[in-house]
């Protein structure tokens, strides 16, 4: 745009995420005072190859999670490499970090490092034009907007029982426009709780990870029957549909090449067996990472044997185009989850999801769990129209944020329809 969309400067900090973990923050102010500023969240469970966050690991300071060193590294091989770069030559940026780190995860300056500025870049070439990030990645009307869904069950291991699933979502995918799919979630998610509690003959349900609830159970056919029980006391048998993160390398033992399902190591060929009665009792749109993230084969005969649904991927292909590559051509997965910090740059996040565009696959954009409250994920796939965004429970201050970017965006453009992912289902 010219000599006022110059970076003129570049200043990093630690703050803090919504589990109080330290993250990287920076400031990318222009030549003409514009400031972008951006942040890298990171999850709950982070994939093996995933970009490297990089963490001090010093005891004595923020429990070894501090990230000055990434930080350090902004000041003083970034930001004397980019200052003067047109932010709104965003891939040349990009190319830039890539160069600088040198390394196929960021693990020199940190995934945490590239990412953060990245963003910040990005932001402020929006900042610069007087856009929001979703209208300048959408360079003009938008045309569809995603449909919204939120992890209201949280797995996992926790005190009282580990089940052996991470996240159990519903999906308002028939739902007639933007609003009513958040008045679905907001009221499946409340009449979740009241069936937890009943369950639990009158203890309070409680919340989990994400804001979610956690389970009273163990088996996920069970928590999937209260959670039908929630969407049908609701009325809303005929516009929800289901989805359903696994996180399988979370309950997989390398050394037996088995996974825990409740309370019983299985093999893989038994994991898919369970999670295909699932599909076969329950309209799942989606599975995410059925299997552990180095098992290709297994995901090849996942998607062979688990015909009523899409197998996603997350671990598996980390954001990352020669991942989503490799999985279209082997047939492994028939979409992503879309989570731009880990392959490291807006640029390669772009990429990935511009190739399951091209080849039919479904994009998901999902928020950390726990991330930072100002995570612009969700606002990157409204720009880039994607299918469906997911979120944490609708409650937490990151999960209000990502619903009202979806409700926002429908607001200010009357004219975009939510995305009909009736073709996308198996069932």
């Known amino acids: 745009m010219g000599y006022g969309t110059k970076i003129d400067s570049i200043h ?20 003409n005072g514009v400031v972008g500023r951006g942040a890298a969240p990171t999850g709950t469970s982070v994939g093996k190859h995933e970009a490297h966050v990089l963490r001090d690991n010093n005891p004595g300071r923020f429990c070894g999670l501090s990230v000055f ?15 003067g770069m047109d932010v709104t ?19 020199r300056l940190g995934g945490n490092a590239t990412y953060s500025v990245s963003i910040a870049c990005l932001l402020a070439a929006a900042k610069a034009n007087n856009q929001d990030l979703y209208q300048y990645l959408a360079g003009g009307k938008l045309r569809t907007l995603p449909v919204p869904m939120a992890n209201s069950i949280i797995g996992g291991r926790h005190p009282k ?16 426009d933007v609003a ?20 639990q003959g009158g203890v309070p349900a409680e919340r989990g990870n994400g804001h979610g609830w956690l389970p009273p ?45 409740n309370g019983t190591q299985v093999t893989a060929a038994e994991q898919i067996s369970y999670l295909k009665r699932l599909t076969d009792k329950f309209n799942f749109l989606f599975i995410e990472d059925v299997l552990d993230q180095n098992d290709w084969d297994g995901y090849v005969q996942a998607s062979k044997i688990m015909d009523r649904t899409l197998i996603v991927g997350d671990d598996l292909t ?73 979120s944490c429970a609708p409650r937490g201050g990151e999960s209000i944020y990502a619903m009202n970017s979806i409700y926002r965006a429908a607001a200010e453009n009357p004219q ?12």
């Not at 703050?15 to 400031?27: A, G, S, Y």
């Not at 008045?183 to 369950?199: M, N, S």
């Not at 329809?417 to 069932?427: C, G, I, N, Q, T």
């Open 12 to 31: 990093a900090r630690q703050v803090m995420d919504c589990k109080f973990r330290p993250v990287v923050e920076v400031d990318v102010t222009l030549k």
């Open 69 to 83: 060193n990434a930080i350090d590294n902004i000041h003083r091989v970034i930001a004397p490499a980019l200052i």
């Open 89 to 107: 030559e965003q891939e040349a940026i990009d190319c830039r970090l890539i160069d600088l780190d040198g390394t196929a995860n960021k693990s």
């Open 161 to 176: 029982r580990t089940v052996c699933f991470q996240e159990f979502t519903f999906i308002p995918y028939k739902a007639n």
């Open 180 to 199: 009513e799919a958040i008045e679905i979630i907001v009221r499946v998610h409340q009449a979740i709780g009241e069936l937890f509690t009943r369950e």
């Open 217 to 261: 159970m163990e088996d996920p056919e069970a928590i999937m029957e209260l959670l039908a029980e929630a969407v049908k006391r609701c009325g809303y048998e005929d516009k929800v549909a289901y989805a359903l993160d696994v996180a399988a390398s979370e309950m997989y033992d390398p050394h037996t090449k088995t996974y825990l399902l």
């Open 318 to 390: 980390v954001t990352n185009r020669k991942c989503l590559e490799r999985a279209y051509n082997t047939g492994a997965v028939q979409g992503f989850v879309f989570k731009p910090n880990q392959v490291g740059t807006v640029t390669e996040a772009i990429a990935a999801r511009q190739f399951a565009q091209q080849h039919n696959m479904l994009t998901i954009p999902s928020q950390r769990g726990g991330g930072t409250i100002w995570d612009v994920v969700i606002d990157m796939g409204i720009g880039l129209e994607v299918e469906a965004c997911k």
């Open 416 to 427: 975009a329809k939510m995305v009909d992912l009736s073709p996308w289902a198996r069932f």
